[in-house]
């Protein structure tokens, strides 16, 4: 849409989902990333075309968060309803292997191979662990991590590179958490994800279904 020049007018549709999209965010001047309910998260580049350039299925049950980072920083982070969240390299989009060999001659490829994986049921006895999963920056100042809270309420830090967890706080939450992100200071990060050197992620905020907004300060590693 552009809201500046032409009071509202459509400027292009974007079509390629069989489902509710879920989240959109922006990556760089060009590149939008969509999620939706169809499991797919898709790559578009606004210029050139309506229709996906890229399309990454990894999550068997709708795509329930993404987090980016800026134009300089080729990892995203998605979860999906069925407790899995996945780290993409765009770097890694291009590379034939990566790609469904059905879809290679296709204009939109097909990416089902993540370059991190992380199963929540796979920390906990309890199968509370299946449901929307929410993502925030992590606070590690020495590695790369995100913070995922899934319907346990507990706030799980992954370190992306090794694919660790590497440290479990619980919210204290009774009932579906409905928001989540980390804080720095007075500023809010919930959709980007940065380099953790330049930013100092102090905390958490979380609201839920239970009535209760909850503020957590986490210690930087």
Known sequence: WDLAGSGGKCLNSLSGHFGWVTSVKYWGPNTIISASTDRSIALWDARVS????FTLRHHYAPISDILVGSRTDPIMISA????????WDFRRLSDPSCQ????????CKVIRRAAGKLYLHEFSS?????????????PSSKSRTV?????????????????DVISEH????CDTVSSF???EGDK???????????????GTITTSWDGSIRMRRLERR
């Open 80 to 87: 999906g309803g069925d407790g899995t969240i996945a780290a």
């Open 170 to 173: 619980v919210t204290g939450h």
């Open 50 to 53: 309506n229709s996906p350039l």
């Open 188 to 202: 809010l990060h919930d959709a980007q994800l940065e380099n953790a050197g330049k930013h100092s992620i102090t």
């Open 181 to 183: 992100a980390s804080f």
């Open 126 to 138: 309890r199968n509370r662990t299946y449901g929307p999963v929410r993502l925030s920056r992590g």
């Open 100 to 107: 469904s060999k059905s879809s290679q001659d296709r204009q």
């Open 147 to 163: 913070c995922c809270l899934g319907r346990d309420a507990i706030i799980r830090e992954w370190d992306i590179r090794s694919g």
